[in-house]
């Protein structure tokens, strides 16, 4: 069965210190998301991809959060310098833009980050 | 005011019993209307789709969409101990957008 990947699941740094989350989707997948989740909360949505465009990066901090897929299938999610706040659950999804399945989303096993 | 409103809970049932689980929602847009069960530590997964307002079905699982009361609802009939998870309903105006997630229900079935 088709998986979303991501790497790795869990994450231990110092704040002030870079780290770096890689997201793999299902195969064919065209759309790819990053949520965060802070526990005991729902996903809220970071940023969004069609193909290797942004389509929305509203709630996305700029000035310490990038993202990109370059070539419109994996993708990276970085953040620098970390801080207290940043520790959560990040969870990448991806899902089909057309037929019966469109905009069901399809989530990895998340990255759980940890600032201390 | 968040766009979708659950009830965290924890709601704690016994085995066998019926469960209903609840959102809101003010964003008269959203068409697309799904839940997710959520284990702890591991990602979301689709339990239910439901395009508009209406009924599905799905095994011991029903998804009811009311758009007038702008109210979803999950019904888990004969529930089992497996069944104790976070569970997060999930909307969108389109096939497209991104999903905007209520805050989940954290549901115990005891043996």
């Known amino acids: 069965e088709a998986e979303v990947a991501q790497s790795p699941r869990y994450k231990i740094t110092e704040k002030s210190q870079a780290v770096a989350f890689w997201c793999d989707p299902i195969?064919?997948?065209?759309?790819l998301y990053w949520y965060r989740q802070i526990l005991g909360q729902g996903p809220e949505l970071l940023v969004q991809?069609?193909?290797?465009?942004?389509?929305?990066d509203s709630q996305l901090p700029k000035d310490r959060f990038s993202a990109e897929r370059l070539k419109g299938v994996d993708s990276t999610l970085k953040i620098q310098p970390a801080e207290l706040g940043d520790s959560a659950m990040y969870l990448c999804?991806?899902?089909?833009?057309?037929?019966?399945?469109?905009?069901?989303?399809?989530f990895g096993e998340g990255s759980r980050l940890t600032v201390l | 005011q968040k766009e979708v409103e659950q009830d965290p809970g924890p709601l704690s049932v016994p085995e066998g019993a019926i469960v209903s689980l609840n959102c809101t929602y003010s964003?008269?847009?959203?068409?697309?209307f799904m839940w997710y069960r959520q284990y702890s530590r591991k990602g979301p997964e689709l339990l239910m789709y439901?395009?508009?307002?209406g009924n599905k079905e799905d095994g011991r699982f029903t998804a009811q969409v009311d758009k007038s009361s702008k109210y979803i609802s999950l019904f888990i009939r004969d529930s089992q101990p497996s069944d104790s998870a976070t569970y997060l309903c999930?909307?969108?105006?389109?096939?497209?957008?991104?999903?905007?997630f209520g805050s989940g229900t954290r549901l115990q079935v005891q043996p």
């Open positions: 999804a991806s899902s089909s833009s057309s037929g019966r399945s469109a905009g069901e989303l399809f």
């Open positions: 195969s064919g997948h065209a759309t």
């Open positions: 991809f069609q193909d290797e465009s942004v389509v929305d």
């Open positions: 964003n008269s847009a959203f068409q697309y």
């Open positions: 439901t395009y508009s307002s």
């Open positions: 999930a909307m969108s105006p389109t096939g497209r957008r991104a999903l905007t």
